[in-house]
């Protein structure tokens, strides 16, 4: 069981925009950094966003991050059908020492 | 180029030990914080274990305390995780990542399967 939620799914169009919300609590995403990754089927995660809302050299401006107290959201525009994959959030505890990464939530484009 | 080559999966039984490594190159090492994270078929990911640049600090998931251990050397650019007294809910593919909690430099995972 995480410390970070995510929702389970979501799903949108091609050309709409999606946003992906992680919940967590003041000692993990309320005082530090959150990062998101997208991950394919039977390859690595890859970084998408860091320190909340920076975008990694090569991820295009489709992809955002939000932080707002103990929550944190990431966006995407222009969804493509090549934006189907699994999303994860990360940060750090702060209480328990400890890393932790949310469920993680499937996009589906439609 | 940054690579990150993860090595020293495989199947072993319940109870046994493995050790895994993790090849770095193309960043320097010795001034980079490091992760060892795992996903378990059809699952998420799960932070496992961190190291900090100098080796002295050391953190772990609840799950692998008293059984995993994570060091470094960096003369060899290298990482590693020795886990013994493994369980079946240990298999999963470990990544090593660049970062404290994963980063922009992964490896491309090494599975390790407890069964027996």
């Known amino acids: 069981q995480s410390v970070l939620t995510q929702p389970p799914s979501v799903s949108a169009a091609p050309g709409q925009k999606v946003t992906i919300s992680c919940s967590g609590s003041s000692s993990n995403i309320g005082n530090n950094y959150v990062s998101w990754y997208q991950q394919f089927p039977g390859t690595a995660p890859k970084l998408l966003i860091y320190?909340?809302?920076k975008r990694p050299s090569g991820i295009p401006d489709r992809f955002s991050g939000s932080k707002s107290g103990t929550s944190a959201t990431l966006g995407i525009t222009g969804l493509q059908t090549g934006d189907e994959a699994d999303y994860y959030c990360?940060?750090?505890?702060?209480?328990?020492?400890?890393?932790?990464f949310g469920g993680g939530t499937k996009l589906t484009v439609l | 180029e940054v690579q990150l080559v993860e090595s020293g999966g495989g199947l072993v039984q319940p109870g046994g030990s493995l050790r895994l490594s993790c090849a770095a190159s193309?960043?320097?090492?010795?001034?980079?914080?490091m992760t060892w994270v795992r996903q378990a078929p059809g699952k998420g990911l799960e932070w496992v274990a961190y190291?900090?640049?100098?080796?002295?600090?050391?953190y772990y998931v609840d799950s692998v305390k008293g059984r995993f251990t994570i060091s470094r050397d960096n003369a060899k650019n290298s990482l590693y995780l020795q886990m013994n007294s493994l369980r079946v809910e240990d298999t999963a593919v470990y990544y090593c990542?660049?970062?404290?909690?994963?980063?922009?430099?992964w490896g491309q995972g090494t599975l390790v399967t407890v069964s027996s």
């Open positions: 193309g960043f320097t090492f010795s001034s980079s914080s």
């Open positions: 990542a660049r970062g404290r909690v994963g980063g922009v430099f």
């Open positions: 320190e909340n809302n």
């Open positions: 190291i900090k640049e100098d080796g002295n600090d050391k």
């Open positions: 990360g940060t750090w505890d702060s209480s328990l020492s400890a890393g932790f």
